[in-house]
Every structure is written in structure tokens, then in C-alpha cells.
């Protein structure tokens, strides 16, 4: 019988197996016996640190590769915490010590806590600060109840240099940013972080400022590392590493380089992540950076990569000895929009020049036009070409701007206009009262409408609205192009005075054209309104009638009564006008690449909202060619008659209704389009008390001047402060 192993073989087995034991066991024996004092040292002194690579966020550009946002080389200041608290100094001190530093050379530490200095009280805040307050609070609900409790006692002591005396006032149910003033909030912070009375107050802030951010990381939030300082600069790196600071760490990172200063609306931020955030990004940390809004938070899922990691062997003192990259990072994608950045920064300048020129000719403050708003659309496939609303603020400079952003109730800097403003579309929405009217039979665009200067069908009910001229028999064309008010009263008439048909007829037709709904366009749009039965009696109703009446329904013909769109609500219609009947979503987006640039990963296709054409293609031919009349010689003539480009047009006055009987101005409404023969461009104006429709003509103008330049050699940088006349 043959054996299975040979003695041989057996012995040779048996030798490995000794030899490979006998190789442990040396070195075990070094490690404890030989040199354990000094792995024992090592070990005592040494930890190993998981630290994430941040993934490189892609860039955005424009239709034509211009960089919009890229990214830049910084060095952080970073504050590894653990290591600091566990180091015998001071560590308040060394805390101050750092700041103080940081501040003599401009480069201030990151500090997030919405608190000025003394009198303390709260700053302006954005949701994120509120949102970590607020979870700073119920962290440390029940002690900060009970100082509370302490300081409405009369033993409680107070030092008048850092607080003023508190009220006495009963502990609220449930504590927030709303209910715990910021004085209670410093004095809780000053007891709980041991910070001295020796102190001054601004010291006082700034310790709080720096542990409450730390808080935020260990156990509140749950954000990884501290950025003490973002962007350092060499002379304050050097000073760092001189001090050797326990815990003070330097890392590379890349943070967003704005290469406009307009669009500022549109591109958005980038910002840590939030609780409600969580459930939307289960992959990321939880102190990730994202788009928190524009199209940064919209595209977030090409743009933001996936994080890498590295393993850090890190001495007592903060000092990494070794590191270990245990995944690599992935960047994000690159987004080409759809925006023509050198379009959109003629259409903001236009806008800014318009309003400056409007308000050169009022007396008062008071009856300045204070804002305004301008879309440009493709109208053969919905692509944006430019979204501008003013006034605006610079990404730049965001977080230095933020209180003075939000303290302007009257121009509001930090709302879109462009999709977050409605308005009333005044005589804009008369071409919606034509097609409603068209596609019923109602009339053709032959048929002759009186004009005598005023509207009689209610002239027993003493009602009896007027139109801006007398225009005698009209027909579709002419009506569009002089802005007949008679002509689409009685339209709107016709269409149903009595009861809610009228209102059904002209909504349903609206809605065709996509008015007051979402467009799908994203970043903080609002639907806006039509003026149908339920809202027209709930703005009745508010001023004690329980029912429309014969006279609202018409000048809803006319785009009065309850109707509320947007800009770039209004583009879109205009753009549906352009295209014989069809409407798109509107987009931004037109390809994403990979971050090299090396391949295309995905390209939209445009998206059909609505498609008329066959129902719609013959009866808009009257409509298109009065827009175009309005152009040559009806309403908007003084101010394109005679452009290189036929443009159809029409304007728009709304009566905006106000306290002061004198004023405010009417809104300035304007859309249109070009060439009228091959649309290619369809454009919406509003600007606030602009006075008139006429008025904001110059804003639609600029653009189609610089849309139709004669130099068709496209920019390859961005036109930035363009000066207009």
C-alpha cells in the first residue's frame, strides 16, 4: 500500500511550521521583553487617525466651456481636538493663543456661532446656524434649564462686564434659539467651559465660538475635523508650526473658485450638510460639503465625488509620523450648463442700467424701482440662456455680505426673482385671452371688436373700465399690437362673465401655456397662481365679498385679478408662442463629463411639456403677427422699430395696489422673442414699479443686441461690469 506522505515530506512540514513559530515567538520576545519599555512609550504616545480625502468637486461652465467655479490648491488649519485636551497646557489659552494669531494676519478662525460680541446678543443666521444652535440647545437642554432657572434667582452672580442683567422670566417647555436669549446662552458656555473672569468678554466670545464648534463635531452634529482656518496662508502656516501647538495640524484641501462674479443666483453654494440632508445623501459623511443651493444643489449628484481615506499614525503632540491611503478618492463630474455666462452678464448689467435710469427721473427715495428680473430661453429645446435677477450679491464675499443680504427687506438681494418672484402679467397675458377665445370658436382673428375708449357692458352697474385710447373696429392683429384693453375685455366677456366659466376658459388655456405652475427648473421656484374661480373668491373674501363679480372676470382678460406667474414662467409661454405650440422644460443642464474631460456621461434630452402644434399651429399665425406689430409700430415701436432683428413683442403695465394713493408705480412687464421668422431666443422682463411695460424694453434690447451681435466669434472669457450706453 503506498503512503499518502513521506516521512520526508512529513519532517519538511513539521520544519516550516517550527521555523515560522519560532519567528513569532523572537519577536514577541523582542517587542516585550527586549524593547517592550520602548513599544510600551511608543504605543502611549502614537495613535492611529482614519481621516477622510475629500473627493475633488467637479467644475461648472457654460454652454461654451467657460469656467464658471473650479477649484483651487488651499492648506488648512486643521484642530485635531483629542490631542489638544489630552496636552498638560492651558487649554483655553493656547485656544486664544491660536485665534490671536490667526487674526493678526487676516486670516480669521472658523467660527459659526451666531453670537456678536459683547452686549451679546444674536447675529443674522442663516437655516444651518439655526439649525446647530438649535441641536446645541436640546443637547444641553437640561443644564442649560436649570442656569436659566439660576440666573432669574437674585444670589445669582453676574459680572455686568460680560452680561446684562437677565429678566426674570419662567423657564419655557421646550428651549430653542426663539426662547434662550444669547446671554443666557454665553453665561452657560462660560460655566461649562471653565472659561475665567479673567477673561474679557470678546475673549469670552471667542473661547465659546471655538468650543462650541468643537462640540458641534464630537457628539452633535457628528462632523469629523475642524478647519481652524480655511486657506491659510505660508506666513501663518510658519507661525503655527513655529509655536508648535499641540493638536494643530496643517492638510491640503481644495476649496471653489468663483471665476464670475455674476450668476450668483444661479450657480449657488456649497455649505456642511444638514440633518434633513441626511436621509437625501446616505452615502456621505455627515459632515460633508454639498450644494446647498442654485445649481450646485441641484446637480450635487454629478458634481460630488466620492471620498477617499487615509490612515494617519499621529505622535501626542499632533505630529503625523505616517499615513496610509486606504481608498482612493474619486473626483465629481464636470457640468456644462446651458447659460451663456457673457449673455447673462449683459442681462444683469442691463437690468442694474435700466432701474438706474428709471429711477434718475423720481423724485423720492421712496418711489424707487428697487428690483427686478430677466430670463432668456431657447425656444427650440428650453435650453436657459441666461437667468438674472437684481439686486444680487457676490459668492465671493457670501458669508462677509450675509448680515447686511438679509437686513434689506426692501430690494432683498438674497430671492430669485427669476423663479421664486410672481407677478401679475397685466397686458403680457392678453395673448393667453386670444388663444382661449381662438380655440372656442369664439372669434377668428378677422373678427371686428368696437373700441370706443370704454368698456359698457356693465354701464348700468356704473361699471365701465377703460382702454388707453380709441381705437374704433379692431380685429386680432391690431388689438395685440396698440394693447386694445375694450378688445380683450370682451373677449374675456364672450368667454364667460357670469359665474366661473369665463375664469375656467382662460386658466385652462393658461395652464396650456404653463402659467402658474412649475416649471421643473428647480432651485427654489415658486408656482405663482391663475386667476380661477376658488382664487379670485378667496382674494375677494379677504376684503368681506362672498362672491366674483362680472367686472373682476373681465380684467382678468387683461392679466389683473388673482393671476401670479414668474419670469421665468412668462419666458417659457413666450417661448411656446415662438415654437408654433410646443413647450419644453426648461433646462440647465447640458451634458456632465468626467472630471478629466476625457468622456461625456450623460446629455439630457429635452423635455416636452406641452405639445399644440396641431391644435394651435394655425390660430397662433394672428397672434405671432400682432406680437410683431407691437414691434414696428403698436406699443413697444419707440423703442425697437427699426432694430436690425424683427422682434415680436408685447408689454405689460400692472397696477400694483398700495397704501399710498400716490404711488407705488405700476410693475414693468415685457416679453418677446427673436427672429420672428426663426425664434431662437424668447425673453421675460419684470421690473418692480418700473412704471410701465415700455419702460424695461432697454433690459430685452441689450440682450438681443448682444445675442445677435454681428461678431459671431464666440467669447472665450466671461464680459464682466459691461457698460451698456
Known amino acids: 500500500m503506498k503512503q499518502i506522505i513521506s516521512p520526508l515530506r512529513l519532517a519538511a512540514m513539521l520544519g516550516g511550521m517550527f521555523l515560522v513559530f519560532a519567528i513569532y515567538f523572537i519577536t514577541l520576545y523582542d517587542m516585550q521583553v527586549i524593547n517592550g519599555e520602548y513599544w510600551n512609550m511608543y504605543a502611549d504616545n502614537h495613535r492611529l487617525v482614519s481621516r477622510t480625502v475629500e473627493a475633488t468637486r467637479g467644475r461648472l461652465m457654460d454652454r461654451h466651456e467657460i469656467d464658471l467655479v473650479s477649484n483651487r490648491s488651499v492648506n488648512n488649519v486643521m484642530l485635531d481636538w483629542v490631542t489638544l485636551a489630552n496636552s498638560p497646557q492651558n487649554t483655553n489659552a493656547v485656544l486664544l493663543q491660536i485665534a490671536e494669531l490667526a487674526r493678526s494676519m487676516g486670516r480669521p478662525h472658523t467660527d459659526t456661532l451666531a453670537i456678536t460680541g459683547s452686549p451679546f446678543t444674536y447675529a443674522p443666521m442663516t437655516e444651518t446656524q439655526r439649525n446647530h444652535l438649535n441641536r446645541y440647545i436640546r443637547h444641553h437642554e437640561r443644564a442649560i434649564r436649570n442656569l436659566i432657572r439660576d440666573m432669574s434667582t437674585p444670589e445669582f452672580e453676574i459680572d455686568p462686564d460680560y452680561y446684562e442683567v437677565p429678566l426674570e422670566t419662567p423657564v419655557p417647555e421646550e428651549l430653542s434659539v426663539d426662547n434662550v436669549t444669547a446671554v443666557q446662552l454665553m453665561a452657560f458656555m462660560r460655566q461649562l467651559y471653565n472659561i475665567s473672569a479673567e477673561y474679557t468678554a470678546e475673549e469670552t466670545r471667542t473661547l465659546a465660538g471655538i468650543r462650541y464648534e468643537v462640540a458641534l463635531r464630537h457628539g452633535i452634529v457628528g462632523m469629523d475635523e475642524y478647519i481652524f482656518v480655511e486657506d491659510a496662508s505660508v506666513e501663518l502656516i510658519s507661525a503655527i508650526l513655529e509655536h508648535n501647538f499641540p493638536g494643530v495640524t496643517v492638510q491640503p484641501s481644495s476649496m471653489r473658485r468663483f471665476n464670475t462674479t455674476v450668476a450668483a443666483h444661479v450657480i449657488g453654494r456649497v455649505g456642511p450638510m444638514m440633518a434633513e440632508d441626511v436621509p437625501l445623501f446616505p452615502d456621505y459623511p455627515l459632515d460633508a460639503q454639498i450644494g446647498i443651493d442654485g445649481i450646485e444643489r441641484d446637480f ?43 449673455l447673462q452678464t449683459v442681462a444683469e448689467a442691463a437690468l442694474r442700467s435700466t432701474i438706474r435710469e428709471i429711477n434718475a427721473t423720481r423724485g423720492r427715495e421712496a418711489d424707487y424701482a428697487p428690483a427686478g428680473g430677466v430670463v432668456a430661453i431657447d425656444p427650440r429645446n428650453g435650453d436657459v440662456l441666461a437667468i438674472a435677477s437684481t439686486p444680487t450679491f457676490q459668492l465671493e464675499n457670501f458669508s462677509a455680505q450675509f448680515p447686511d443680504l438679509v437686513s434689506d427687506e426692501i430690494g432683498r438681494p438674497l430671492m430669485n426673482r427669476a423663479t421664486g418672484g410672481v407677478y401679475e402679467p397685466g397686458s403680457a397675458f392678453k395673448m393667453v385671452t386670444a388663444m382661449a377665445a381662438l380655440e372656442r370658436g369664439i372669434i377668428t382673428e378677422h373678427t371686428p371688436i368696437f373700441c370706443g375708449h370704454r368698456f359698457m357692458a356693465f354701464e348700468e352697474e356704473g361699471y365701465t373700465p377703460r382702454c388707453m385710447g380709441r381705437h374704433g373696429y379692431i380685429s386680432l392683429r391690431e388689438a395685440i399690437s396698440v394693447s386694445c384693453n375694450v378688445y380683450f375685455f370682451q373677449l374675456a366677456y364672450w368667454l364667460g362673465w357670469s359665474g366661473r366659466t369665463g375664469l375656467d376658459r382662460m386658466s385652462e388655456t393658461a395652464e396650456l401655456f404653463g402659467l402658474g405652475e412649475l416649471t421643473g427648473i428647480g432651485f427654489g421656484e415658486v408656482p405663482g397662481q391663475r386667476s380661477t374661480w376658488e382664487t379670485m373668491l378667496a382674494r375677494n373674501m379677504h376684503f368681506g365679498y362672498d362672491t366674483v363679480f362680472g367686472g373682476e372676470i373681465i380684467q382678468v382678460g387683461i392679466g389683473q385679478g388673482a393671476s401670479l406667474f414668474t419670469p421665468i414662467q412668462m419666458a417659457n409661454y413666450t417661448a411656446m408662442i415662438a415654437s408654433g405650440g410646443i413647450r419644453y422644460q426648461p433646462r440647465l443642464l447640458r451634458e456632465v463629463r468626467s472630471y478629466d474631460n476625457s468622456a461625456i456621461l450623460y446629455i439630457p434630452e429635452p423635455v416636452v411639456m406641452a405639445d399644440m402644434r396641431e391644435e394651435w399651429g394655425s390660430l397662433l399665425i394672428g397672434v405671432q403677427e400682432g406680437m410683431h406689430m407691437a414691434s414696428t409700430h403698436g406699443t413697444a415701436a419707440e423703442r425697437l422699430a427699426g432694430f436690425h432683428i424683427p422682434v415680436a413683442s408685447k408689454t405689460g403695465t400692472v397696477e400694483v395696489r398700495g397704501e399710498d394713493a400716490a404711488g407705488p408705480y405700476p410693475h414693468g412687464v415685457f416679453v418677446a422673442y427673436a427672429p420672428v421668422d426663426d425664434p431662437q431666443i424668447a425673453i421675460a ?41
Request: proline share 5%; net charge negative; hydrophobic share 40%.
Open 300 to 342: 450635487e449628484a454629478f458634481l460630488h465625488g466620492v471620498n477617499g481615506s487615509t490612515r494617519q499614525t499621529v505622535t501626542a503632540g499632533g505630529v503625523i509620523v505616517g499615513q496610509e491611503i486606504t481608498r482612493e478618492p474619486q473626483p465629481g463630474g464636470n457640468v456644462v450648463t446651458t447659460l451663456d455666462i457673457s
Open 685 to 725: 422682463v419684470v421690473i418692480e414699479q418700473g412704471g410701465s411695460g415700455s419702460a424695461v424694453i432697454p433690459v430685452a434690447r441689450a440682450i438681443f443686441e448682444h445675442f445677435f451681435r454681428t461678431d459671431t466669434i464666440v467669447q472665450r472669457m466671461p464680459l464682466e461690469n459691461v457698460f451698456l450706453r
